[in-house]
């Protein structure tokens, strides 16, 4: 018999601060006194001949109450979580208001052993999280999903505008972007933009133009930090 699988869409959007992700917390009592590893992509299970694209849009709408949103999707692939159910997952982005959600509800056998059916939603909350807060968060299994969709927006045809601070990449690129903080004071005259290896320092001699942008990579931390 084939194990269980689930499809989701995990949302994003750019900030001030760099781009946050949209994570649930899961539901019933089992979960409601959890923080750390108790939030989840938005998600729900499917059998074949039903397509994940199409799963993971129609679990999205039962779990949130919400439609879900349009535009490019971009494929994270899929993972197996500890207990062996197949996640596969897109990223979308958009900005979903948390106090819109409608969730879903289950039910089930509460006290155990009570005899007694009670509901309790899917979700009990959504909340936007940056990089450091939805890694905490996250469900183990899926945080391979973050790393994931920051290489995919690192790597994209639009990547100088949706920079990931504080996400892992493979190689940070360097960009323009709104959405990160400003160079440090000198490093702004006349020259390219570039990348400066494991957080430092900057090269000397080696500045770039007014209003061009920089990543740097740690590979200590295994972060990257945009400045522009």
């Not at 194990?3 to 539901?27: I, N, Q, W």
């Not at 849009?57 to 062996?84: C, H, K, N, V």
């Not at 155990?112 to 183990?140: T, Y």
């Not at 969709?149 to 190689?171: C, H, K, V």
């Amino acid at each position: 018999m084939a194990g269980k699988r689930s499809a989701g869409l995990l949302l994003y959007r750019g900030t001030a601060t760099g781009v946050e992700v949209l994570l649930a917390h899961m539901g019933g009592p089992l979960w409601e006194r959890r923080d750390a590893g108790a939030w989840t992509v938005p998600k729900g299970e499917y059998v074949p001949p039903e397509e994940a694209w199409d799963a993971a849009r129609r679990e999205f709408e039962e779990e949130l109450g919400l439609p879900p949103p349009d535009g490019p999707a971009l494929p994270l692939g899929e993972i197996r979580q500890s207990g062996g159910k197949v996640v596969t997952a897109w990223a979308v982005e958009s900005d979903l208001d948390p106090e819109q959600v409608v969730p879903g509800t289950f039910e089930m056998e509460w006290p155990r052993g009570s005899g007694v059916l009670a509901a309790f939603p899917e979700i009990d909350r959504v909340a936007w999280c940056g990089p450091d807060e939805a890694r905490a968060r996250l469900v183990a299994g899926q945080r391979v999903f973050l790393e994931r969709l920051a290489e995919r927006l690192a790597s994209g045809p639009d990547r100088g505008r949706r920079a990931l601070p504080g996400f892992t990449t493979a190689q940070a690129a360097c960009h323009r972007s709104p959405w990160t903080p400003r160079c440090p004071p000198g490093n702004l005259a006349a020259g390219p933009c570039h990348q400066v290896p494991n957080g430092g320092p900057w090269p000397q001699g080696h500045e770039h133009a007014a209003g061009a942008a920089c990543c740097v990579f740690t590979s200590k931390t295994g972060m990257s930090r945009g400045y522009r």
